[in-house]
T-cell receptor, first 122, second 109 residues
Framework: NAGVTQTPKFQVLKTGQSMTLQCAQDMNHNSMYWYRQDPGMGLRLIYYSASEGTTDKGEVPNGYNVSRLNKREFSLRLESAAPSQTSVYFC?????????????????????FGDGTRLSIL | DAKTTQPPSMDCAEGRAANLPCNHSTISGNEYVYWYRQIHSQGPQYIIHGLKNNETNEMASLIITEDRKSSTLILPHATLRDTAVYYCIVRDNFNKFYFGSGTKLNVKP
């Protein structure tokens, strides 16, 4: 059972370079999420996608763009990497649809996380 | 946004029950409480969630107070492999999770 798969696992970039982090889930989940985690801190939401074709900003969206390519895949792009974006990036997915919490069957389903991408920007 | 408060760290002896508290005094009526843990900076692992009733699964039990302002995660027989950071999370209406700094649980032999 693959669950949520993130690629690459590690990456080193120079300031100003661009890069796309890939995320795919095989659980047929509706919603997908990108988080970043800085040392000693909890995760912070960058962007999320409630369903295929839709995306919305989270807490810390500046410097990032996302694409929900299809139901399985949700990518995160850094157009011009900065040292402040050095972090561990986690992708997650959930059966729940944001705003659909009156639906007993799926409204409270948890998020499932990938193993992360460790990104260093020099 | 509902936020949670957890102690930064706790110790527990191997084989004993670990009781991890969480305060969420601003939680609203339809918001669930979720618990995750993170081992060695791996991806967060889902443990359990609940609304107002106590819940139990193969990993843990979740006790939510009647006023829903606090909860306790119970690991009935902690092992060394349970050493991790445990996050108590209240989800908002857009299924967005707000992680705090969590509780670092140290299980000692």
């Amino acid at each position: 059972n693959a669950g949520v798969t993130q690629t690459p696992k590690f990456q080193v970039l120079k300031t100003g370079q661009s890069m796309t982090l890939q995320c795919a889930q095989d659980m047929n989940h509706n919603s997908m999420y990108w988080y970043r985690q800085d040392p000693g801190m909890g995760l912070r939401l960058i962007y999320y996608s409630a369903s295929e074709g839709t995306t919305d900003k989270g807490e810390v969206p500046n410097g990032y763009n996302v694409s929900r390519l299809n139901k399985r895949e949700f990518s995160l792009r850094l157009e011009s990497a900065a040292p402040s974006q050095t972090s561990v990036y986690f992708c997650a997915s959930s059966e729940a649809v944001p705003g659909d919490f009156d639906t007993i069957s799926s409204g409270n389903q948890p998020q499932h996380f990938g193993d992360g991408t460790r990104l260093s920007i020099l | 946004d509902a936020k949670t408060t957890q102690p930064p760290s706790m110790d527990c002896a191997e084989g004993r029950a670990a009781n991890l508290p969480c305060n969420h005094s601003t939680i609203s009526g339809n918001e669930y409480v979720y618990w995750y843990r993170q081992i060695h900076s791996q991806g967060p692992q889902y443990i359990i969630h609940g609304l107002k009733n106590n819940e139990t699964n193969e990993m843990a039990s979740l006790i939510i107070t009647e006023d829903r302002k606090s909860s306790t995660l119970i690991l009935p027989h902690a092992t060394l492999r349970d050493t991790a950071v445990y996050y108590c999370i209240v989800r908002d209406n857009f299924n967005k999770f707000y992680f705090g700094s969590g509780t670092k649980l140290n299980v000692k032999p």
